[in-house]
Each structure stands twice: as structure tokens, then as C-alpha cells.
């Protein structure tokens, strides 16, 4: 189940159910495979200007992030693919999206009132 204070996410691709966790590791590699830093990739996405390796590299980023290494970056390419790069874009965008805004424990809000 995914942790929404880890900003894990939840999605499955080809019947196989897969937790994405995005760490500081896992987004600095992204970045290097996008060749862009991550608010420009948020920005490009606010353009409606994703290219394909978008989905399957934040996918990707996920996992790594939630420590599975049961995919290549290859494999996870090729079943995006299968399943559908848009079917599966708010998913990414939800990982992206989590990665640059942050979340708050219930406790951290608590102390600042």
C-alpha cells in the first residue's frame, strides 16, 4: 500500500503491481536521463509537451526510488508501451508532481499552529 507522507504511488502495468517512491537519488538520475532539471520537465509537462521516454523514466524513477530492481529501464520502456505511454501519464505526472511540491506530516502541521 502505498505511504502517501513517502509520496508513494500505486499503479499497475500489465497486471504486475508496482510501488513508485520518489527519492533524491532516483530524481537526479531522471533528470540525467531526461537531460533537464525537474522543473523544467514540469514545465514542458504544463505544455503539454512530453516526449515518450517522460512516462516510462519517471516510472522507472519510482521504482528505483522504492527500492525494486526486478525491471531494466528497457523492460519498463516496452511495457509502458504495452499498456499506453497516456494511460499511464497521470500516474507519472502524480510522481513528478509529489517529488517537487512535497508533503507534510499530520505532526510537522501541528507545530506550526
Known sequence: MANKQRREVEVTILGESLLLRPTFAALAELEDRLGMGLPYVAYQ???????????????????????NKKFSYEQI?????????????????????????????????QKKK
Open 77 to 109: 520502456e516496452e511495457m509502458c508501451f504495452e499498456e499506453g505511454i497516456l494511460k499511464l501519464a497521470p500516474v507519472a505526472i502524480s510522481v513528478l508532481l509529489g517529488a517537487l511540491t512535497g508533503t507534510q506530516s499530520e505532526e510537522v502541521e
Open 45 to 67: 509537462v504544463s505544455q503539454q509537451k512530453m516526449g515518450m521516454k517522460f512516462v516510462p523514466a519517471v516510472i522507472y524513477a519510482g521504482l528505483v526510488g522504492a527500492g
